[in-house]
């Protein structure tokens, strides 16, 4: 999202972390209450907190004054958080009150507290439950959460706004957040670690911060809570996670108007003594580990206007790593190019005929004296901490390739923010959360030795192309492609709308090149990816995507399933008409321009490789409404059976396939299935230990087995 105009305490985002005053900065939080009465001296705790090494405290409940100034005072920054009924359903007819009542009282939260200078972030909900999502509908509650989130960007721009999820519905990560806030309850730190890698796919292009994690104490002791609260912000600070919160500061909490008992989660007790020395999770930084030398090289033709910004990013001055070297191959430039590296002295200057972008990535291995290679684009410029997390990826992951992220930069004007949403960006491909099909060529790197092993690029490559067969070759020869979630660069793609046609004709000429050298890896001009193509959005539920949810719902980690990320978002200064017509028509037209390169440049080749001029999607849309026409008409019934605190889902779901009922298919939609008939059943909370159950039913005219089992269901349940 967008860096915004900086003062005092207050965070901006720069790619997956948050800075202050241009500075990085590692979010170290605890939550702090609600507590019950009495409630502590605000200015007393948040000392405590400071002394602890905590540098930012998370809040559910409207602060009061004297926090906000005790937080001010000391120096610590506060995430906001409100409650509403975000556990019932909020949508729809009679219960669209409470979504308006969200949109109420976060106004009111950030027209209050918004502008004070130790409020730096704000969570627009928590935990929204899986069941009221299914029943709202997945795609709508997403969108009812960037509604929110817009909402709250408007009211107070100097905060950074997000939404607290959860693995039970981490479909539900929305689009527009500035940071992808993650509650993470896991006790096992493999799991942990490996959940963490995963969390910088569902974020995107921006920061993660673990919005909870904890362990209770009243039942595994102390000593096992500090063992693994250390573990965890050490796993995250090493994964590149922007920040933690801990939960909680104290035992003494409460939930509506009851204190609980049950558990203990503080770092403090009832008598707020700490339960082992807090200092220790302060004192905390990233692990150590071999920091190998690194050889940058940028290959550049006709780039003076760009590739200056991509060497001054690489200076001794701006880069958290020592041992590297700048490597610039000249390849043939007439624009005046060499004469603008010539000035830099930390640069080495390689001159060349103009033979191609591979055979110049060629020639800057070989002037290379580092153990890894690093190639990054002109077009780019590359973070700080970018040779830093490539480093730590070589040194963790025992791998031979290794790449990140490339993120668009702020844009300029209104074609560049276009392109950045648009299709057909550089994109990497995974096979899971840690290892990859395909890395981009503007933040691929490789060891020296398997860049030997396979031949280096092919010269055949001269434009793009290079990166895709360098790694399907590093995969056939038997290597193995990692990725980094915090190893990212700046990739500012193109910046006309021309330029970017110009750019996709060029990637279907390289594909076309690509058909003829891995035929296999295609069918009917499109390529055979093994892995899920990531595009830097946000992963929440999209149209095409298909979420596990587990029998009726029950999956303890319901993910999208998809071939293809969602795209990223329109940059919100340019929500403009004119850009989202621009949007669209790039969407219509860019899959036919590639198409048509790729078709042109594949004459002559075998016709189960190469696209067909025409598709079958015509004769496809009329079998879909020749299937509709035919299809028996259902009907929807929905009902509120009863209020009880003594029957749950989970009883009422037993009850029922007890009579015949089946688990679903479509777990995303419905519960339980009889012959054609589907039900879903959603548990409402709709107070401390009390819920509230609703039943959608749809059904075939006549089906009167259903509308049996409905109504002893509803009797049963009137009987309790």
Known sequence: MAARLQSSMKLNVRGKFFVRDGEEISINAVTYGPFPLPTPTHDTEILRIVKAGFNAIRIYEEPTRDLIEAAGKHGVMVFLGVHWQWTRVFRGQECERYFIEAKLRLGELLEKWGGEDAVVGCYVANEIPSDV????????????????????????????????????????????????????????????????????????????LVSEFGLDSKQHGAEAQQEMLLWARQEALDAGIAGTTMFAWSDRWRVGEREVTGWEFGLTD????????????????????????????????????????????????????????????????????????????????IRAEHGGLSRARNLGAEAACGEILAYTDDDCEVDPSWL?????????????????????????????????????????????????????GCTLTVTREVFEAIGGFSDVYRVAGDDVDFCWRLDKAGFKIGFHGAAFVWHRRRTSFAGYFKQQKGYGKAEALLMRDHPEKFSKGKALWKGCVYTGAALGAHEGGFVYCGAMGSGAYQQVVTGMMPRRMLHPD???????????????????????????????????????????????????????????????????????????????????????????????????????????????????????????????????????????????????
């Not at 997000?162 to 993650?182: H, K, Q, V």
Request: with cysteine.
């Open 388 to 440: 830093y997390w490539l480093a730590r990826g070589y040194a963790e992951q025992d791998v031979d390739a290794l790449g990140g992220p490339n993120i668009p930069p702020i844009p300029e004007e209104e074609d560049e923010a276009v392109v950045a949403a648009a299709p057909g960006a550089p994109s990497h491909v995974m096979l899971n959360d840690r290892d990859a099909e395909h890395i981009p």
């Open 574 to 720: 340019f929500e403009t008409l004119s850009a989202r017509l621009k949007l669209r028509l790039a969407e219509w037209l860019q899959p036919k321009v590639r198409y048509w390169s790729r078709w042109w440049y594949t004459r002559g080749m075998a016709t189960e490789v190469r696209p067909r001029l025409l598709t079958g999607s015509v004769r496809g849309w009329l079998r879909q409404c020749i299937l509709r026409k035919l299809t028996p008409k259902s009907y929807l019934y929905e009902e509120v059976l009863a209020v009880s605190s003594a029957s749950g889902r989970g009883e009422v779901l037993e009850w029922l396939m007890a009579q015949g009922w089946l688990a679903h298919e479509d777990s995303e939609k419905w519960d339980l299935a009889k012959g054609s008939d589907a039900l879903l059943i959603l548990q409402e909370v709709i107070g401390d230990g009390h819920w509230q159950l609703r039943m959608r039913l749809e059904t075939l005219v006549g089906s009167s087995s259903v509308m049996r089992d409905v109504e002893s269901f509803t009797t049963r349940l009137e009987q309790v």
């Open 270 to 349: 009832r008598d707020g003594v700490e339960k082992f020395p807090l200092k220790k999770l302060g004192d905390l930084k990233r692990s150590a580990f071999p920091m190998p030398k690194i050889s940058v090289i940028i290959c550049v033709y006709n780039g003076v206007d760009r590739v200056t910004k991509a060497v001054e990013s690489l200076a001794p001055d701006k880069v958290n790593y020592q041992d590297y070297e700048v490597i610039v191959v000249d390849d043939g430039s007439t624009d005046g190019t060499q004469e603008a590296i010539e000035k830099y002295e930390y640069v080495k200057l």
């Open 133 to 208: 999502a299914r029943w709202i509908g997945l795609v709508r509650v997403r969108e009812s959460l960037e509604e929110l989130i817009d909402l709250c960007r408007g009211l107070a721009p100097d905060v950074l706004i997000g939404y607290s999820n959860y693995p039970s519905s981490e479909y539900l990560e929305p689009g527009n957040a500035d940071f992808t806030g993650f509650n993470i309850y896991l006790e096992d730190r493999e799991k942990f670690s490996n959940y963490l890698a995963r969390l910088h796919h569902l974020a995107g292009d921006r920061p993660v």
